[in-house]
């Protein structure tokens, strides 16, 4: 049984219609403001998480490509990683403590998922191009 929106136009419709006007309200107020937010000495820039985290989603990809058991003890993830620590001049407890910040804000870790998913495709795209191009015969 369908019912048009005169039915609710009356004595309830107006009740009805603040209800939601404060309900709506609420919704807004309760939204995260960006503010400027001074980064705590020691953590990483948000360019320099995501470029970590990008490299980090590499090595995972990388180890989760070699899934038998004896793959997994041939495949050098640790030494992966100390060459990302060495590469950026960076320390795990640097990535650590920036990751435990910025995991605090769901919509910014959300963003940087994105942006690492964007940036990985067009990787992905400039792989896919290249080797579908044709090669010069000399």
């Not at 320099?48 to 050098?76: C, W, Y």
């Not at 590469?87 to 690492?116: C, G, P, T």
């Amino acid at each position: 049984m369908e019912k048009s929106i005169k039915t609710y136009v009356g004595k309830g419709f107006p009740s009805i219609l603040a209800i939601s006007a404060l309900i709506i309200s609420i919704l807004f107020s309760c939204q995260a403001k960006e503010t400027a937010i001074t980064l705590p000495e020691g953590l990483l820039t948000k360019e320099e998480f995501i470029d970590v985290m990008e490299d980090l989603f590499l090595i995972e990809g990388l180890r989760s490509m070699h899934t038998s058991a004896e793959h997994k003890q041939l495949n050098p993830t640790e030494a992966y990683y100390n060459s990302l620590w060495e590469e950026r001049n960076l320390a795990k407890q640097k990535l650590l403590d920036s990751f435990e910040y910025y995991s605090q804000d769901r919509v910014y870790m959300e963003k940087v998922y994105a942006e690492i998913a964007k940036r990985l495709k067009i990787e992905e795209d400039k792989i896919k191009s290249s080797s579908t191009e044709p090669r010069a015969v000399d």
